[in-house]
């Protein structure tokens, strides 16, 4: 695959409302995480077990916070209920509130206000556990948005964490096969939504007391448009190659050793060779599981690459997830703005970044970025 351009990206996190807002925070190592007031549950005699997790302040979209009164209720000693911009919807429609903003932002960096090319897909990535119709509405919600574009090719992977990277290979793949000629490229999550957190904290994935090892839920939407670099003049970063494999022991009592995660990355430096250690960007949340994984992988996919003095990120590894929570089929997407802000802004510090991902359940995906030369 040659390399593609990538013209513009788009995010909303909780630590940013957009791709420049979000990556500065990101770089800084600011976490906003904190009680997730809409999804708790009373307990034996009042109590209320805490919630904690990273939210989208999505009402600065709206004008910001609304003072709500309660008159009466401090006199009668009747706690107050949450602030109304603090409660968080389920279903699909926290996943649209989330993606449109950062759709429309990565579409006018890259197109402006040109009439929407119809030669071009959409592709998104949701988690595993979204309601069939979840990826519909959303493409229905984001085309709308843009102004009534008209992808000639769609693809929903909802797969997990890994997703949006996996639809980056795909997307790749149906530019450089002539399908398309470019492409709107995204991820979407939400895991403080109340059933979505309940159903993981029901599981023993959320991080608490007695799981210490833990994931800490977040939310997020990342987007960006991949174009061909001959048709462009404008490009924040370029997609070198990408990679996908399933890991084989999934769903299985076998023991992971890393043979998904190792391939993707291999077949990701066989379409853009690494002469050196790369900055690594990934989607390691705390889960103890993925880090022995991650180890498993890296000396066989990596192993035998140099760090280069002279590139002080070479060799080195960032996670979002420590200052955003883990933000599911978010992550890839997020990983990749990261990476591409980091290119344009020259704080990456080196000339390649390989972004990887890992879903719960089989999909393994990685992708390399460069900057523009």
Known sequence: MKGLAITGVGAVTPVGLSAPASAAALRAGISRMGSLQSGEEHGPEGAVPPRTGGRVPLEWFDGGPRIEEWPGHERFEVPLPPPEHLLIEDGTERLVRLAVPAVVESWKQAVGDAPPPRDWGLFLGLDTEEEPQTGARLIEALTAALGG????????????????????????????????????????????????????????????????????????????????????????????????????????????????????????????????????????????????????????????????????????????????????????????????????????????VLVWGASEGGLRSAAILAPVK
């Open 149 to 352: 574009f008209r992808p000639a090719l769609t693809e929903v992977v909802a797969e997990g964490r890994a997703a949006g990277l996996a639809a980056l290979h795909k997307a790749a793949t149906a530019i450089a096969g002539g399908q398309i000629a470019g492409a709107l490229v995204g991820g979407v999550d939400s895991l403080v939504r109340p059933t979505t957190y309940k159903r993981l904290e029901d599981a023993g994935i959320v991080k608490g007391p007695s799981n210490e090892h833990g994931i800490i839920s977040g939310e997020a939407a990342a987007f960006l448009v991949l174009d061909k670099l001959s048709r462009t003049g404008y490009c924040v970063a370029v997609l070198d190659g990408t990679g996908t494999a399933d890991e084989p022991t999934a769903g299985t009592q076998k023991p992971n050793c890393g043979e998904g995660l190792t391939a993707a990355l291999r077949r990701a430096r066989a379409a853009a060779p690494l002469p050196y250690a790369p900055l690594m960007i990934c989607d390691l949340n705390g889960d103890r599981y993925r880090a022995l994984e991650w180890g498993l992988a890296f000396p066989r996919a990596l192993g035998d690459l140099k760090w280069r003095q002279d590139l002080p990120t070479s060799g080195e590894f960032w996670h979002p997830a420590d200052c955003i929570g883990d933000v599911g089929a978010a992550s890839g997407m997020v990983c990749c703005v990261w990476a591409a802000e980091a290119l344009r802004r020259g704080y990456a510090l080196t000339e390649r």
